[in-house]
């Protein structure tokens, strides 16, 4: 199983990122799928979730209604479009895959992640 998440950089305060996530070795149509993001010295924080249906999403407080998480299951893809972005977005992000689709906010029901994209926000 491998989840390739692409799309970080540097961006100023108040501007856009997609993140994208290609996923291979599983069938990603039948899996949850998560964001998450870690910030130096700070734990793994919960940002969006989906369900592998895409029926249902979960957000954080803190990016509810700036981003939106979204899933094309014919490209084995997992989106995230980050707009108005704050300093305090500045992470590096990881995307996640959960087989047993208990659709949650907890990174410890995740099963597989990938290896993280970093976000930097500047002011």
């Known amino acids: 199983v491998q989840l390739q998440a692409s799309g970080g950089g540097l961006v100023q305060a108040g501007g856009s990122l997609r993140l994208s996530c290609v996923a291979s070795?599983?069938?990603?149509?039948?899996?949850?799928m998560g964001w998450f993001r870690q910030a130096p010295g700070k734990e793994r924080d919960f940002v969006a979730a989906i369900r592998w249906t895409g029926s249902g999403i979960l957000y954080a407080d803190s990016v509810k209604d700036r981003f939106t998480i979204s899933r094309d299951n014919s490209k084995n893809t997992l989106y995230l479009q980050m707009n108005n972005l704050k300093l305090e977005d500045t992470a590096v992000y990881y995307c996640?895959?959960?087989?047993?689709?208990?659709?949650?906010?907890?990174?410890?029901?995740?099963?597989?992640w990938g290896q993280g994209t970093q976000v930097t926000v500047s002011s």
């Open positions: 996640a895959a959960d087989f047993r689709r208990l659709y949650s906010r907890e990174y410890q029901t995740y099963d597989y």
């Open positions: 070795g599983l069938t990603f149509s039948s899996y949850d």
